[in-house]
């Protein structure tokens, strides 16, 4: 079995995150690969939802919509997933009153679902413990199924419970009773060797990235998918000497940033689009005053409240035309955790380097995937500051800040580190910061800003190409979560002998267009891939180069992509 689908399901409240994280743990503890996400509705408590983990003996980066075990905790989700099951399968359930569920039993039984069934909760508190332990009995259930060594499950219940003694060894009676409860089942293969990866997910990952480039401060207003930033670095603020503030509302949040900036700490702020909204006359002030300044924005389906807890990648548009006026700007996208972790520290550079705003874009299936990747490179990128330090400051006269250059790029250094000073404007100024609304000066400034577009588009890397560089039957075209997927579908064509190849963009504006005009020319079928309803950067591609791309590969349903999303893609447009 080359990829193991389970797909774990619970009302909201019931368990269902530790439940998926004693899985994947397990599963990664033996050496697989693996890649988990949640889908849950905007419930504290209530509602269903699942937990879907794809584990794999060779890399996977994605998910596929297939369930080959599925572990019910509850009725409700029952009901609410079981036709996910197909020939073959297995359910793992323990409800208590199987007449409740007799219809689906039956339904299930005559598409030849294997069936798993214990009464959990007896079996809970024949064990010491209750209703709210089901759960890890379930566990126990579903790795007896699968065939795995108990060790490796009762590794991950141990390191999931550790700081709660009391009741680990409850959990750990449990977990062993339930896998003691049933009969192994298809003896899934362990992998030779353990990998040397780590479990991590996207918004960890930028957390970690961002501590790494030197980030000392970050403020935020809760909003999911962006929330748990805020958490992270909660926790490490300590042990990194990080300024953490929750502000009142992201338009504190935006000016606490940008103040904390203009000052020289290096200082981040994550929101999502509704949040970002309210952050754009910040943004606008930064363009004017160019004064870096890094935001995350986490992105979720709208318009308005729209799919809070779901993933999209609509706020393209949004991140490049954002905030009044015209000012220069930079819009990065991550794919998953390693793509966060090194992108977010190009951010903090690019925005101190070119004195501009820096908008990074990330996704709901990014920020709560949890995948195994490896382990992060800790040292390649150094810290680019741009300033002006040292003897150079006793000769800077207060018209250097914005001076006019050939290139738009003046000096800027910390107020308070030289006896030259500057006035931080926001309405239109001269060279000093000083307030002008001079017809000539003003196209003169605004030119001088504009020009930095010029040296950031050189700076910006090109995009990257996966697969054979021509000649592929299809080919495709995204940015953001849509990679992964694509990684994937290019690996499982590999070995049928078709040929598909895909060019990335993680640097997406402004846009870089050599290596896009050639694999346009070298590939006779290319096509777009993107989580919306418009294609978004298949309009900003199209327009750029005057180039048509064959068809659009288009989801705007909350979901991510999945593995079969592409295939009938491709079967549909290639001619192999």
Not at 334 to 349: E, K, R, W, Y
Request: glycine letters at 8%; one cysteine or more.
């Amino acid at each position: 079995m080359s990829r193991i689908c389970i797909k774990i399901t619970g009302e909201s409240g019931a368990g269902l995150l530790s439940t998926g994280e004693i899985v994947i743990m397990a599963l990664k503890n033996l050496g697989f690969y693996v890649v988990a996400d949640r889908e849950y509705p905007s419930l504290i408590k209530g509602g269903h939802s699942c937990y879907m983990i794809n584990a794999s003996e060779k890399p996977i980066h994605s998910l596929s919509k297939k369930v080959d075990f599925m572990l019910a905790i509850d009725k409700q989700s029952l009901e609410a997933y079981y036709q996910d099951l197909e020939k073959g399968s297995c359910l793992v359930y323990g409800y208590e009153r199987p007449l409740g569920v007799k219809e689906i039993i039956a339904e299930l039984l005559v598409k030849k679902v294997k069936i798993v069934h214990q009464h959990v909760r007896q079996i809970a508190e024949s064990n010491g413990g209750n209703v709210l332990v089901t759960n890890v009995v379930l566990v126990g259930m579903l790795w007896k199924v699968l065939g795995l060594p108990y060790s490796a499950v009762e590794e991950a219940v141990r390191t999931k419970f550790a700081s709660k003694p009391k009741i680990l060894e409850i959990d750990l009676k449990c977990v062993k009773a339930g896998f003691d409860s049933v009969e192994e089942g298809v003896k899934i293969r362990v992998p030779d060797s353990k990998k040397d990866t780590i479990l991590i997910d996207g918004n960890r990952a930028l957390a970690l990235g961002a501590i790494h480039a030197g980030c000392r401060a970050y403020y935020a207003y809760p909003m999911s998918p962006s929330s748990s930033i805020l958490t992270y670095m909660a926790d490490m603020a300590k042990k990194y000497q990080i300024l953490v503030k929750q502000g009142e509302d992201e338009i504190t949040v935006a000016n606490m940033t940008l103040g904390s900036m203009f000052m020289g700490t290096r200082a981040l702020c994550a929101t999502s689009g509704g949040g970002f909204d309210l952050m754009t006359e910040t943004v606008s002030l930064a363009g004017m005053i160019e004064n870096p300044f890094v935001v995350i924005v986490a992105q979720r389906p709208g318009p308005a409240t729209g799919l809070p807890t779901w993933t999209a990648q609509a706020d393209l548009n949004m991140a490049i035309h954002s905030a009044h006026g015209e000012f220069p700007k930079i819009v990065i996208a991550v794919s998953d955790a390693t793509d966060g972790f090194d992108l977010i520290q190009h951010a903090f550079n690019f925005a101190e380097k070119f004195q501009c705003v820096v908008i990074v874009l990330t996704e709901k299936v990014i920020a709560e995937t949890n995948k195994t990747v490896a382990g992060f490179v800790m040292d390649k990128i150094k810290i680019e500051r741009g300033l002006v330090e040292g003897s150079e400051l006793k000769n800077l006269e207060n018209s250097d800040r914005f001076k006019v250059t050939d290139s738009g790029l003046s000096k800027r250094w910390l107020p308070g580190s030289s006896r030259a000073y500057y006035f931080a404007n926001g309405d239109e100024h001269w060279e000093d910061g000083s307030l002008s609304e001079d017809s000539p000066r003003t196209a003169v400034m605004y030119d001088k800003r504009m020009r930095k577009m010029n040296l950031i588009e050189e700076a910006m890397p090109e995009p990257e190409v996966y697969g054979a560089r021509k000649g592929a039957d299809i080919s495709f075209v995204g940015w953001g979560s849509s990679k992964n997927v694509m990684l994937d579908i290019i690996h499982m064509y590999a070995e049928k002998g078709v040929k598909v190849n895909y060019l990335h963009y993680s640097f997406v504006f402004p846009l870089k267009t050599k290596v896009l005009k050639n694999f346009f020319k070298e590939n006779g079928n290319v096509n777009l891939i993107e989580g919306n309803y418009n294609g978004q950067l298949g309009d900003l591609v199209e327009a750029k180069l005057d180039v048509k791309f064959k068809k659009r590969l288009l989801k705007y349903d909350g979901r991510a992509f999945f593995v079969e999303d592409v295939v009938d893609f491709i079967k549909k447009n290639s001619k192999k």
